[in-house]
């Protein structure tokens, strides 16, 4: 043996174990990431009625303060720590020290009379005295709340006492005082040259302390007691059909957390992770039962699988996680994310299945879970219906509107239920849910990356497919424009007939647009693109001319694959000829070789046949328009013989066997493809013959 050659994988050979791992792995990833601390089982909400026995206490419990009532102990604690400020004695001294060094060389340079010299010197040296003595203050802002003065703590010398603000000076009210006195002594003749001097020598001595005030106030809050009394063991905290007001709200809330907290120390994880997984395990296994009996193609795809497991996976975790980090709101998480990319990669069904299913899950762990679950629910359902076609981009945003709005609405309704009132609701109520829908989004990137990782083609792809501006099909039309025309005719008549009988309209119209794409390899060997005059056929044998229309299937084939083409679109150019015969040229060739032996497959398309509603509609569609274009006389009995004719034989060939086609819609797409050709061919109904008819 080669020690090259690949040894084959579990997976590959045994599909079904590798399916059933994927569910039992993703049934571990998911348990292993949401909290394992045993769950409150009581549902209550504030403004309700207690639904469930009479709730005793356990065990003594403390009551814990509301949010509102530790943010008024909070405040009132702010207001009763005062800010501390140090006394710096020293700049007394060192400010007299410095005016009186630098004052004789000022003097002298203001060009006044020595005998006065003493006078000034005197005078702002007991000006500067009074200031430090009475103290300069700089202001702090976040402290003047209640107007412009407030109380401090002065430390001097490691005394503290207690002042105003209003005892004190600032240095704008300190040069106030010295201007005043300056002006005060008629001696003094240059008194805007004194008061400018003046202003240079007094500073703040009285200096914020802003680590030790705020140490003062870290303290005072952590001394803040988050409760208020004690529910002893034994005591009726709600009776069955008492309201839950807001007293008896806190008490269970406290029980809830203290529960909550003693489960975390004394609960037993191991059976917490016991029920956890088969919870999970019951949903995942719902999912792979719904997949059985309604989507066995998705089922049967391990790949397809995958994906679908991946993304519900995924988003339990996100929820598991913004538990742990106790983010604010629940509400953040994009959960319409999943049904979305679900919907636009699969069906309505699946998308609806799995939202229902992923809430159902996030309802054991969430606070609040019916409210939780409501709004969830209907805002997936509005998200799926919002995109049931897609057909332009715009139509994300205009589903994240729709999605925004349906939470506004479902919140407000059920706080007015809850509260009676909707003074307490604010903008910041709504903001988790403007950022949900706005991450709700990334479907778009996220749909993008899991088509090319999954090979999965989703409508958005096919949206974009059929533009015919293209490169792809601007060749095309380019190089075999007659070709291009008749895809076009098939894109209408396959898309007609689906959205008849049922299907994707979008998948059969790009398959169309794209099933003759080989034919630009040799176009002048069809009929579609030649001239009158000219048959480069003329010259070749008719098994090299069944050749080379065969081969414009594999050349089809391989220009998808060099384009990068969804494997759902070459299915279509893989089939569209199934395994009939290019009958043309094989009759000749019996005719005018009547006693050589046929060998069929010469003249055989390899096939293989259809295998879906879309790529059978598509070959009918496509037969029936290239046969038009040689009918003589398109009036409307020749087209009915001809759709009859080509549809009759398909089924008598048994080319549409595996395409889950029924006799009901075969009919359907006869009276589809007779009613556009007729439009087409502008055939008219002779009124006076039908008239003549129906007078007989």
Known sequence: MSKNRRTPSVYSNNPAVFKYGMMVLSVIVICIFLPKQPRFRFEYEKGKIWMHEDLIAPYNFAILKT?????????????????????????????????LAEFEGKWKGSGQEDREMGLYSQTVTQILAHIYDRGVIGLTKKFQTKGEHYNFNLVTNNITEKKNTAEVYTRETALAYAN????????????????????????????????????????????????????????????????????????????????????????????????????????????????????????????????????????????????????????????????IIVRILFDTRLALNIHLLMVLVSGFFVPNSFEFAFLQVTAGMVSIYSIKTLIKREQFLISSVIILLTYFVAYLGIILIRDGSIEDVGYASFVPFIVSVGLTLL??????????????????????????????????????????????????????????????????????????????QNPQYFIENQTKGYNPHDGLTFEQSAQIIISHVSKGIDMAHKHQLPES????????????????????????????????????????????????????????????????????????????????????????????????????????????????????????????????
Not at 71 to 89: F, G, I, K
Not at 610 to 632: G, H, N, Q, W, Y
Not at 634 to 657: F, H, W
């Open 67 to 99: 949010p509102n009532e530790i943010r008024a102990d909070r405040e009132q604690v702010l207001e009763s720590v005062y800010p501390v400020y140090d006394n710096h004695t020293e700049t007394k001294g060192e400010e007299t020290e410095r005016f």
């Open 180 to 339: 005043s006195i300056i002006d005060s002594k008629s001696s003094i003749t240059e008194k805007d040259w004194l008061k400018s001097l003046v202003s240079d020598y007094i500073q703040p001595n009285y200096v914020y302390n802003e680590r030790l005030t705020d140490k003062l106030i870290a303290e005072a809050i952590n001394n803040i007691s988050t409760t208020r009394g004690m529910v002893q063991r034994g005591e009726l905290i709600v009776a069955n059909g008492s309201m839950v007001n807001n007293e008896v709200f806190q008490k269970v809330e406290s029980l809830r957390m203290a529960y909550e907290e003693e489960a975390k120390i004394g609960g037993d994880r191991n059976v917490v992770v016991i029920g956890q997984f088969l919870v999970v395990g019951l949903v995942v296994t719902l999912l792979m039962v719904f997949l059985y009996l309604f989507r066995i193609d998705v089922f049967s795809n391990n790949r397809l699988l995958s994906l679908i497991l991946l993304v519900v996976t995924g988003m339990l975790i996100v929820l598991s996680w913004s538990l742990k980090l106790k983010l604010s709101s629940l509400y953040y998480i994009p959960f319409c994310i999943v049904p």
């Open 443 to 520: 479907a778009y990137p996220l749909i993008y990356a899991f088509e090319r990782l999954f090979g999965i083609t989703s409508d958005v792809t096919l949206m974009e497919l059929t533009n015919t501006n293209s490169s792809l099909l601007r060749e095309l039309s380019y190089k075999a424009p007659g070709t291009f025309q008749h895809s076009l005719q098939v894109a209408n008549l396959a898309e007609a007939a689906i959205y008849k009988i049922g299907g994707n309209a979008l998948l059969v119209r790009a398959g169309a647009l794209y099933h003759d794409i080989g034919k630009m």
């Open 569 to 696: 679109i070459i299915s279509f150019i893989r089939t569209h000829h199934g395994t009939t015969r290019t009958d043309y040229f094989y009759n000749a060739f019996i005719k005018a070789h009547p006693d050589k032996i046929v060998d069929e497959q010469v003249f055989r398309y390899p096939g293989p046949i259809p295998f879906s509603k879309e790529t059978a509609v598509l070959m009918m569609a496509d037969s029936v328009e290239a046969a038009s274009r040689s009918i003589k006389e398109p009036d409307a009995e020749n087209i009915s013989n001809l759709v009859d004719k080509i549809i009759d034989g398909k089924l008598a060939q048994g080319q549409l066997r595996n395409s889950n086609i029924t006799l009901q819609e075969v009919e359907a797409i006869r009276a589809i493809f007779k009613r556009m050709l007729m439009s087409i061919y502008h055939v008219r109904v002779d009124y006076d013959v039908k008239k003549t008819r129906e007078v007989e």
